[in-house]
């Protein structure tokens, strides 16, 4: 007498970024980007992309999708939760180099002052450099 066990249980598992309900509620209404879904679901930005094609969600215009990332955004700005939000402790470093230079201390002695005070740059590693600190006031005077 010959006994075969032939239970199993079989599981679809289907990942999210093939998923369009899901990838519209982080995409389109949460405002995430590609990345960061990528990010959440564990796969690469380009899988993202494709799949947000195949499902018809429209993209983003580029610009857009890149000032999502926090990489590519001005010194004054923040992202917070999928939107980009004003940083007013970087508004106040700003308004620091401005009268500063008003000053007339020259831009390596504004970055000498920055560097020594402890304030952090945007990437919070570098160091304040003239042009750093150039870029900065030729962008918000």
Known sequence: MNFYISDFIEFQVTPWFRNADFLEKKYVQEGLSTQQIADLVGSARSTVVRHL????IPLRHLDK???LHKAHLAYEERLYAGKIVSCKREQEVIAMIKNLRDQRLSLQAIANFLNRSGIPTKSRRAKWKPTTVWNLLK???
């Open 53 to 56: 094609k195949a499902h018809k």
């Open 65 to 67: 999708a890149r000032q």
């Open 139 to 141: 962008r918000y005077s």
